[in-house]
């Protein structure tokens, strides 16, 4: 079923009715991006700053918000279909989920399951580069509690991914892919069988790629015309591996498939275009293309992670789904965690956890002084308790910084 809309002028906004999209970009405002009520006449007044007009959802509104007269004065809308889709999945079908534990209390069963995914991942790898079967239950069973670990809070799995390495970019890749989708998911309010379908997915897409040719793989120049046709060749070569692999939901086949597809038409092997592509192919589009852009490669240095945001803001609509780009900006934030920044004070520090409500605000451990000298003792500041001060005091972030900016590496904050 569609989500049902009245769109409506911002002054006629009233008290119950709840705002489901705006005129605009979610990221252009201060607002949730989940949607929001409108609680007071002020509320209404301050969303006039942003906004003409704004669409509101009948069914979560109040049952006494919306006048008989506004429903006939209103012609009845449904969002598009992709961007329906979405919208259900966060409010009518959301399942919200709360931080249950902190990313400290989080961090050592995370590292414990991290390295146990890792291990099976690599395993998984061999048997392919060796024509064995697919051992998709072992994978399964080391993917259950990642995911529940991403549930009770995903900052912790997210930290580990910037701290730590695995022997190839291919496996750091599937790691962080299958992080960024679980967190993506969590926060699209996604069950946790379709949570764990997401990373087994991510884990899987590239298994094609065991088929093609290391030193093609491993080259750290950029790719002729000739050579990029022989690497999209690993899409096909997946979906072939995964044939033959008892216990594949179609979900996560649809991720294998259509990773590479774009919204524009111009991805591959099948050029679909919109919402001919699975909703877990577009996810998995994003988290792939996010994760390559900010890692290091053979051939390419990482993109800032703030760098990598604002491409991914320039794509929404061509690459990929407007909505969804918006939705996964929300759950990374401005400044992702693990980013490097400098705060206004001039000291430096890492970001460790992300504020929801308050995306430039997150929580910073503090590494380099105002002088940029490395602490003896690093501690943490929560940018969101300055809101309360005068704008002289007010401790916020200058700038994003690139990822070794002052000869940091994880070494210095891994704890």
Known sequence: ?????????????????????????????????????????????????????????????????????????????????????IYQLTQRERITYEKTTSRE???????????????????????????????????????????KSIVRNPDAFIWLTHLKSMDQYSYH????????????????????????????????????????????????KRLTT?????????????VELVKQTRGVKQDVFDMIRTHHERHNGSGYPSGLIGDQIPLFGRIAGIVDAYDAITS??????????????????????????????????????IYPVGSLVELSDATVGVVISQNPHYRLRPKVMVLLDKKKQLLEEFY????????????????TIAKGLPPGAYNLDSSHYYF
């Open 173 to 220: 890749h599937a790691m962080s892919c299958a992080v960024w989708a679980v967190a993506f998911g969590r926060h699209l309010g996604l069950p946790e069988d379709q949570l764990n379908s997401l990373a087994t997915g991510c884990f899987l897409f590239d298994i094609g790629k065991t088929k093609l040719p290391k030193a093609l793989l491993r080259s750290d």
């Open 296 to 333: 290091q490669r053979p051939y390419c240095e990482p993109m800032p992670a703030y760098e990598a945001i604002e491409a991914l803001y320039q794509w929404r609509g061509v690459d990929f789904q407007t909505e969804l780009v918006e939705q996964f900006i929300q759950v990374v934030g």
């Open 105 to 147: 209390d989080e961090l050592d069963t995370a590292d414990t399951y991290y390295r146990q995914v890792g291990s099976t991942y690599k395993t998984l790898l061999q048997d392919a580069e060796n024509d064995k079967r697919l051992n998709l239950p072992v994978l399964k069973k080391a993917i259950s509690p990642m995911v």
């Open 226 to 238: 000739k050579q990029f046709e022989t690497i999209k060749q690993h899409v096909l070569y997946g």
């Open 1 to 85: 079923m569609d989500l049902i809309v009245l769109t409506i002028k911002v002054s006629d906004l009233l008290p119950g009715m709840f705002v489901s999209s705006l005129d605009r970009p979610w990221l252009e405002t201060p607002y949730p991006i989940q949607g929001f009520m409108i609680r007071s006449g002020k509320e209404r007044d301050a969303l006039m700053e942003y906004c003409e007009f704004v669409y509101v959802d009948i069914l979560k509104s109040r049952a006494n918000a919306i006048p008989k007269q506004v429903l006939i004065d209103n012609e009845q809308a449904t969002l598009p279909s992709e961007a329906a889709q």
């Open 380 to 395: 943490e500041v929560d940018l969101r308790d300055s809101l309360e001060q005068d704008d002289a005091n007010r401790l």
